[in-house]
């Protein structure tokens, strides 16, 4: 079963505001380092794929230990990515495509993640899977926005934008179409540790 926008919606509402600030985080991080590069004289990177694994790994070292901190949220590492287990609906940070979808290498386990109906090892079958996607405007100089889409293959099913104030849990809807429900991935879940916080030594 594909993902039901009304359910999906409600688990991540809360963590719309930490999704949106690791997302425009790690964009901003790329973007100092494209600064720094210039001052340096050193020449842009030639592939915008560059580009886009730069802002997804810089994405991922703020998620990972953000949202694995989250009591209802279970990360799942992997070689070359992570997904995210959030209030029971999976999750997966992509760039937007131009088809409103996320750029995906077609392996098979990203195959398994996009086809609504298929069932993946480690989790219940009605367990939802959605992209969290950014998508940036034409020349590069911010994110123009951050959707949560359902995907059914290479078809949307639905999408809903996650807006700037996301700390207060707004979000745009875009367009519902139809509800599913789906699976997920993989049994060895790794739930990361906050970090501790040093405490200011008394004098």
């Known amino acids: ?26 964009f901003a991080e790329w973007r100092d380092t494209q600064t720094y590069r210039i001052s340096k004289g050193y ?93 940036p405007n034409a020349i590069w100089t911010k994110v123009e926005r951050v959707l949560v889409v359902a995907r059914d293959g290479d078809r949307l099913l639905w999408d809903y934008e996650i807006v700037a104030d996301a700390g207060e849990g707004e979000v745009t809807p875009l367009a519902p179409t139809s509800p599913h429900d789906q699976p997920d991935d993989s049994s060895d879940l790794v739930k990361p540790k906050a970090l501790p916080q040093t405490k200011p030594e008394a004098k």
């Not at 409600?10 to 997302?23: F, Q």
């Open 1 to 26: 079963m594909a993902a039901d926008i009304d359910a999906v919606r409600k688990a991540l509402t809360p963590y719309h505001g930490k999704i949106h600030a690791c997302v425009l985080g790690g």
């Open 43 to 135: 020449a842009p990177n030639l592939y915008s794929r560059t580009n886009s694994n730069d802002i997804f790994d810089a994405i991922m070292r703020r998620a990972i230990p953000m949202l694995g901190a989250e009591e209802r949220v279970f990360v799942k590492t992997e070689a070359q990515t992570a997904k995210f287990v959030i209030a029971g609906v999976a999750a997966r940070f992509k760039k937007a495509g131009d088809d409103g979808l996320g750029c995906n290498i077609p392996t098979q386990a990203a195959m398994a993640f996009m086809d609504a109906d298929r069932t993946l090892p480690g989790l219940p079958p009605e367990t939802a899977k959605i992209e969290l996607i950014w998508e």
